[in-house]
Nanobody, 115 residues
Framework: QVQLVESGGGLVQAGGSLRLSCAASGIAFSINPMGWYRQAPGKRRELVAS???????NYADDVKGRFTISRDNAKNTVYLQMNSLKPEDTAVYYC?????????WGQGTQVTVSS
């Protein structure tokens, strides 16, 4: 059974940084697409960043230049380095892992940015 465990959320002041981690377990070693979505109260879940099996990255326009997604294939772990955080980045952040045409989700981690 695939499980995703997220960590690294918290409360930070505007302009600060956080690093989210998401480790996938319950699978044999494989390199699969992974990424992060976020959902703010009253809003739809939206894609923040993704990284493909061959390392290509994609970012939402409002995080480009501030967030960086990376992965450690040996650990089946994806990271999201978030710099210059803004109050509008406040949301629950969810990681995902694609395997065999299925998408697995983490439990979510809260990121709160105070002004």
């Amino acid at each position: 059974q695939v499980q995703l465990v997220e960590s690294g959320g918290g409360l930070v002041q505007a302009g600060g940084s956080l690093r989210l981690s998401c480790a996938a377990s319950g699978i044999a070693f494989s390199i699969n697409p992974m990424g992060w979505y976020r959902q703010a109260p009253g809003k739809r879940r939206e894609l923040v960043a993704s990284i493909s099996s061959d390392g290509r990255t994609n970012y939402a326009d409002d995080v480009k230049g501030r967030f960086t997604i990376s992965r450690d294939n040996a650990k089946n772990t994806v990271y999201l380095q978030m710099n210059s955080l803004k109050p509008e980045d406040t949301a629950v952040y969810y990681c995902y892992f694609d395997l065999n045409y299925l998408r697995y989700w983490g439990q979510g981690t809260q990121v709160t940015v105070s002004s």
